[in-house]
T-cell receptor, first 114, second 116 residues
Framework: AAGVIQSPRHLIKEKRETATLKCYPIPRHDTVYWYQQGPGQDPQFLISFYEKMQSDKGSIPDRFSAQQFSDYHSELNMSSLELGDSALYFC?????????????FGSGTRLTVV | AQKVTQAQTEISVVEKEDVTLDCVYETRDTTYYLFWYKQPPSGELVFLIRRNSFDEQNEISGRYSWNFQKSTSSFNFTITASQVVDSAVYFCALSEAGGGANNLFFGTGTRLTVIP
C-alpha cells in the first residue's frame, strides 16, 4: 500500500539558509500534519492542513511557513535556519481532520543545520 | 490540559524476557484516543495501536499486548519474549477528540534495548 512520502530524506543546510521539505500524503487523504522531533525529544506538533486550509497550529516558529496544494501535497518552508532547527521532521496524513483513525507517518526528513 | 507521561526513560532486557512499558495520561475530555508508536534506529514512526476511551478491552497482537485502565489513566504496553528487533524508542500518544484538537500529544518515549 502507498505510504506517506517525504523528501528529501536528509538535508544539510547552513545557518541563515532556507529549506523546503515536501510531503506527499497517502492517496485520497485530505489532511496533512507536520511534526518536529529534536534529538532525544518526542515529536512536537507544528501545523496541520485540511482541504488546503490551515486547520491547527502548534509550536511552529514564525520563520516557518507551510501550505497544502491542490493535489494535497504539502511543503514546509523554513527560513533563516538556526542550529536549533536541526531535527527530524515528520509528515503524517489522514482522511478527515480528526485523529480517530490514527496517523500514518512518513519516514521523516532529517535536517542538519551547520 | 493533556499530558502523557512515560516515566521509564530507558529499559534494558535480555532477549526472551517480557517487558512492560508504562504510559500514564491526563485529559479532561471524555472522548479521547491513545496510541503507541515504535521508532526504530532508522527513525521512522511506526503505528502500533489505537484505542478509544470507550473501549477498555485489552488487546493482544502476537507478542504485543496492551492494557488500558481508565481508573488509573494508564495504557501500558507489554512485549512478550522480547527480540533484538524490538529495540527501539516507544512513544505513547494521546489525541483529544472532544476538544477539537486534531494533533497528537506524545510522551517523552521509552528507549528499549534488547540484549542478545
Amino acid at each position: 500500500a502507498a505510504g506517506v512520502i517525504q523528501s528529501p530524506r536528509h538535508l544539510i543546510k547552513e545557518k541563515r539558509e532556507t529549506a523546503t521539505l515536501k510531503c506527499y500524503p497517502i492517496p485520497r487523504h485530505d489532511t496533512v500534519y507536520w511534526y518536529q522531533q529534536g534529538p532525544g525529544q518526542d515529536p512536537q506538533f507544528l501545523i496541520s492542513f485540511y482541504e488546503k486550509m490551515q486547520s491547527d497550529k502548534g509550536s511552529i516558529p514564525d520563520r516557518f511557513s507551510a501550505q497544502q496544494f491542490s493535489d494535497y501535497h504539502s511543503e514546509l518552508n523554513m527560513s533563516s535556519l538556526e542550529l536549533g532547527d536541526s531535527a527530524l521532521y515528520f509528515c503524517a496524513s489522514s482522511y478527515g481532520q480528526k485523529t480517530n483513525y490514527g496517523y500514518t507517518f512518513g519516514s521523516g526528513t532529517r535536517l542538519t543545520v551547520v | 490540559a493533556q499530558k502523557v507521561t512515560q516515566a521509564q526513560t530507558e529499559i534494558s532486557v535480555v532477549e526472551k524476557e517480557d517487558v512492560t512499558l508504562d504510559c500514564v495520561y491526563e485529559t479532561r475530555d471524555t472522548t479521547y484516543y491513545l496510541f503507541w508508536y515504535k521508532q526504530p534506529p532508522s527513525g521512522e514512526l511506526v503505528f502500533l495501536i489505537r484505542r478509544n476511551s470507550f473501549d477498555e478491552q485489552n488487546e493482544i497482537s502476537g507478542r504485543y499486548s496492551w492494557n488500558f485502565q481508565k481508573s488509573t489513566s494508564s495504557f501500558n504496553f507489554t512485549i512478550t519474549a522480547s527480540q533484538v528487533v524490538d529495540s527501539a524508542v516507544y512513544f505513547c500518544a494521546l489525541s483529544e477528540a472532544g476538544g477539537g484538537a486534531n494533533n497528537l500529544f506524545f510522551g517523552t518515549g521509552t528507549r528499549l534495548t534488547v540484549i542478545p
